[in-house]
Structures are given as C-alpha cells and as structure tokens.
C-alpha cells in the first residue's frame, strides 16, 4: 500500500515539473488573430500567395466625347452590392470581385470600354464590352451618365445574363449641354450632319438610310466603332530578358506603346491647366467643371 502512494505522489510531482516548466502550460499557447479575410479566390490550390492579375483581352478605346470628361480618366470608382464589389474606370474596364470566404470567389472583368451609346445627339451611355468569356458571350456592361452631387456608382443590375447595367453619377454632367454630341464634332463633320438633317426633312433619305449614314459621322469622329473592325488584341505579357530588345519588332511596339502612354499624360495635363483656379469658370464649356470631387 506504501508502494502505491510513493508511485501516485511521484507521478503528481513530474506533472507538476512539467506545468513549471511550460511544457504544457495554456498560457503559453499563442494564436495569431486575423483581422482582415484572406481572399483565397485569387489563388489556386498549391499556387504561390500572389494577387491575382486581370488581363484584359483587348485594348480598350481612346478617349473620346465631351474633353471635359478627360478628367474621369486615370480614376476608379468602387461600390458593394449584393455580396460583390464592382470597379469602374471610365474610358478603360469594369471589374466585378465576389466579397466571399468561400474557395474559389469569382474576380474578373466585366467589360473594356469600346465605345459611346448615342441617342438624340446625346452621349446616353459608355459601352464597355469583351469581358470575360460566359457560356457562348463575353460579359458587358452599359453605364448611364446621370446628375450627382458627387462620383459615384449609384446602382449595379444585370437585366439579362452577363449583360450589366450600371448607373454612374457625376456632377460633370449636370450642364443641360454637358453631353451634347454635335458640339464635339469637328466643323466638317457638323456640316457632313447639317446636310445629312437637311436630306431626311426633304424626305430624300428613309429614317434608316439616316441612322447608317450619322454613324458613319460618328465613326469618323472616333466616339462609335465600326462593327466590322474588330477590337486589337492585347498580347499576353510573359517574363523578358535583356535578349528580347535586340528585335526591331519588339523595340518598335515598346516605343508605340511609351508614346501612347506619353501622348495620354499631355492630354490629362493639359486638360488640368485649362480648369478654373478660383471660383467657378465662366467659360461654357468648363462651367459644369466647378463642380468636379465634390
């Protein structure tokens, strides 16, 4: 009976070495809280954590329509709904990111913008399209101008499968003439438009043989595509070495590239030293500028 007690007490005294020593001790145990979710859908099972990138699969339009409408260019504007975050960035993509823990959250492109949707001599909507493949169709997305206060996506729907619906404000285009379409035009395409009223009041064109021969002036003025001209391609970056420049073709798509981007930042410029430094301009056509990032 001694010789059980002896072996009970030395067991108790090695468990209580054993808490000293924090061995086992709960408050030794530490774990990392998380404060921000992982998104795991931007990773595949075995991958390397890295940020998924978006390629788009073709380039998207120059800008074109009202020039005061240059300064949405270079900017995004975000907005939650309906368990999703949608991206917009005028004259450039429309992005859609699921806000979910599961796996595998879809993150893709919604549409590169390609042109203008016109209606009444009005710029009604920017057309993005091309987005990610869906079923048989690429994703797109329509995005109607509206009067705000401030920027900003004022609702997100999809009235047909993979066809979005986007509503963007701004105060850029409150001006009652904010987004009239003959004032864009050059002198000679507002003639080739005069003439082209003038023929369809005389009843010597039918309403159709009008609406084809206004998109041809359109097209001219750069701010519809012709349908038969399909979207340039985006060829797909891969890993470079030094070995690579040493093509004349590769060179020459570097420098059009550089002078594109080149090109773009002295329109931005120069479209900022035209806005009004105090107050609001009188000029008409940057009146309605006044009101910009309120």
């Not at 090695?14 to 020593?21: E, G, T």
């Not at 300064?71 to 949608?86: D, M, P, T």
């Not at 101008?145 to 047909?160: D, F, N, R």
């Not at 066809?163 to 379409?181: D, Q, T």
Request: proline share 5%.
């Amino acid at each position: 009976m001694a010789a059980s007690w002896h072996l009970i007490t030395a067991v108790l005294l090695q468990i209580i070495f054993l808490f000293d020593d924090g061995a086992v001790f709960s408050e030794e145990i530490r774990m990392r809280l998380v404060e921000e979710p992982i998104n795991l859908g931007n990773q595949q099972w075995n991958a390397p954590s890295q940020p998924r990138v978006l390629v788009p699969k073709v380039q998207a339009s120059n800008f074109s329509g009202p020039p005061h409408l240059r300064r949405l260019l270079g900017r995004c504007f975000s907005k939650v709904e309906s368990n999703y975050k949608y991206e917009l960035c005028p004259f450039q993509n429309v992005t859609q990111h699921e806000q979910s823990l599961r796996w595998n959250p879809y993150s893709g492109i919604l549409g590169i913008y390609e042109e203008w949707g016109v209606a009444n001599n009005t710029f009604q909507s920017m057309i993005f399209r091309n987005g990610d493949e869906c079923g048989q169709k690429n994703r797109q997305v329509t995005v109607q101008l509206k009067c705000g206060t401030k920027h900003e996506i004022a609702s997100v729907g999809e009235p047909h499968t993979c066809e979005y619906l986007m509503v963007f404000k701004s105060p850029l285009v409150c001006h009652n003439h904010s987004l009239l379409v003959y004032p864009v035009l050059s002198e000679e395409l507002q003639e080739e438009w005069n003439v082209l009223e003038s023929r369809l009041y005389r009843e010597e064109i039918t309403k159709k043989g009008y609406d084809k021969m206004l998109h041809k002036i359109l097209e001219s003025a750069g701010l519809v595509r012709d349908p038969k001209v399909k979207p340039i391609p985006i060829k797909q970056e891969t890993d470079r070495s030094v070995d690579d420049f040493t093509s004349l073709d590769m060179c020459k798509e570097e420098y059009t590239k550089l002078k594109s981007e080149v090109e773009r930042l002295k329109s931005e410029l120069e479209s900022r030293r035209n806005e009004p430094v105090n107050g609001m301009s009188m000029n008409f056509h940057h009146d309605y500028e006044a009101y910009d990032d309120m």
